[in-house]
């Protein structure tokens, strides 16, 4: 993607193919699983769903509190769990159920890449997402910045 998308349903339509495929239906997985509280929108120049500055309005950049992106790069896809990035129990929990499944994890500290449908298991996906209410995610932020 190059320039800023318009909005997200734009975003999303623009990717063709069967990465577009693969990146709609983790788009899907999180966004139905995505606790009250988070607004999604164009961040970053992705859609990114955030901890809205009304809430929140104190963090290190005055920038909301970003809790997950998805993103179409150059060879692959992104889905960014910030959550994972700074809690290490969610993160230890995440790569373990992870491993149960059989699939390679493509996963840096909190960007987890993939190209196709296969390559993920959206129930974990959707267990990691629902499992982050706001205030626990504003605690974890909180935790790590201390």
Request: proline share 5%; glycine share 6%.
């Amino acid at each position: 993607m190059t320039g800023i998308p318009q909005d997200v349903e734009h975003y999303l339509a623009d990717i063709p193919g069967d990465r577009g495929d693969a990146l709609r239906a983790v788009f899907d997985a999180t966004s139905a699983a995505m606790p009250d509280g988070y607004e999604l929108g164009i961040h970053w120049k992705m859609p990114t769903w955030v901890v809205p500055l009304s809430l929140y309005p104190d963090t290190y950049n005055k920038q909301p509190l970003a809790f997950a992106a998805i993103a179409a790069q150059k060879n692959y896809n992104s889905l960014y769990l910030m959550g994972l990035y700074s809690d290490s129990v969610e993160d230890t929990e995440f790569r373990r159920e992870w491993a149960e499944t059989g699939l390679k994890l493509d996963m840096g500290k909190s960007c987890l890449r993939f190209r196709s449908v296969g390559d993920v298991d959206l129930g974990i996906i959707s267990r990691t997402i629902a499992s982050t209410p706001v205030d626990r995610f504003i605690a974890i932020y909180e935790r790590s910045r201390s």
